[in-house]
């Protein structure tokens, strides 16, 4: 009795909280224990997305790029074929290792703040790239 009772309200959680970011609205403020409640589902889900998006996406392809131009080949693709191999192998797995922690840490930093300011909200829950 007391599982079944545990998964009912499990389930009701679940749904409750997958409606909430469609019940956002920026017009009634949902106070301190809102933006609170947005900000830590904000966070417990933009960390792992931070750190797919930089560890596979981002650092990787910044580092290459970055290295590409350090050893001589230009910013608009002037690059030779041997300059773009050494830049791949170096960059691929230096980048992933480096975009784990930065992505975790950027992913919280979005979380936090965003939840915050704009809780339950589709912003907040999307990891996008800062220029």
């Known amino acids: 009795m007391k599982k079944k009772l545990l998964a009912l309200m499990t389930a009701g959680m679940l749904a409750a909280s997958m409606t909430a970011p469609a019940m956002a609205d ?57 300059q773009l191999v050494v830049s791949s192998v170096i960059g691929i797995p230096v980048g992933f290792l480096w975009g784990i922690p930065y992505g975790a840490i950027r992913g919280g930093t979005h979380g936090m703040t965003s939840g915050w300011e704009k809780p339950f909200s589709t912003e907040s829950y999307i990891v996008i790239e800062e220029n």
């Open 26 to 82: 920026d017009s009634t403020p949902l106070g301190a224990v809102g933006s609170l409640l947005g900000s830590t589902t904000a966070t417990i889900v933009d960390v792992p997305e931070g750190i797919l998006y930089h560890s596979l996406y981002n650092c990787p392809l910044k580092t290459t790029q970055y290295l590409v131009e350090a050893f001589g080949g230009g910013a608009t693709g002037g690059a030779r074929f041997d």
